[in-house]
Every structure is written in structure tokens, then in C-alpha cells.
């Protein structure tokens, strides 16, 4: 069986490299084209493919060109999105709720012990401002901790 592991690899090109090969299938296609050297000589097949790789890294030179240039508002938007779903949620909370994460705010912990059968920590569980901590917790109390993307709007303290 023929091994197509080059496939991947081609795939995973990014940015100069695949801008690279793009000028360089290019440049045989054009050379080609207007009977440059031996390169008017080539086969006609080794035109095909290379007409088809200029398509291809053309491709994905273009991609990576885009992502550069919107990657970070891209970001910035869903960052942005991300915290004012947060912020929605925290405004939403009970007074014990918001009372627990108050206090873990002025401790400056973002993990705390809470009884297994804890319903505040429970809900705070169910709406993913708390994940089960990592570790083993005492065998009546467990570690939860406050997600870091919740941590930072909890610490602000604009919610």
C-alpha cells in the first residue's frame, strides 16, 4: 500500500512556505508558457500539475494572507462575545451564588472545597462557572474551580 502520509504534510503547509511553492509552480507554468529555457520543454503533464499546484498553494497562500489580516478582529469579536455571555450569566446569579463567588474574589482563589452535596455549587456547576477541580477532594467535600475566561470577569468585578 502506497504511503500517503505527503498528502498531510502538504495540507499542513502554511503561510511563507506554501507562498513559496505557489511562486514556484508558477514560475514553471508562465516559463512554460512563454518557452523560457527548458522549461518550454517540459512535458505536458508536468504543465498540468504544476498549473494545478499554483491553483492550490494560490489557494491556500490566500487563506493564510486573510488570516493574518482578520485573525485578530476575529478573535477580538469572539472574545468579546464570550464575555458578555459570562457577564449575562453572572447578572442572572441567586445571592448565595453570587455570594460564593464574591467571597472567592476578595480571597483571590479561584478554587474552593464545597460539600459534594452542595445545591449553590451544584447550579454554579450546571450554568459552567465552576468545573470539578482537579484531584481528589476530601471524601465529603470536592475542589471546584471557576473557569480562567470567568475568572478574569469575576475578578473585574463589573458584573
Sequence with gaps: MADLGWISKLIDLRGSKAFVLFVASAGVSVGYREKLGELGNLPETWILVANI???VFGAMTLLWIVEL???PVIRAWRRRKN???IRGLLSSLGDEERLLLTRMRE???QSVSRPITDAVASRLKQKGLLLPGAGVGHMMEWPFTIPSDVWKV???NDW
Design 83 to 85: 464575555e458578555m455571555q
Design 107 to 109: 480571597a483571590n482563589q
Design 154 to 156: 469575576v475578578q473585574r
Design 69 to 71: 489580516l482578520f485573525g
Design 53 to 55: 499546484a499554483a491553483l
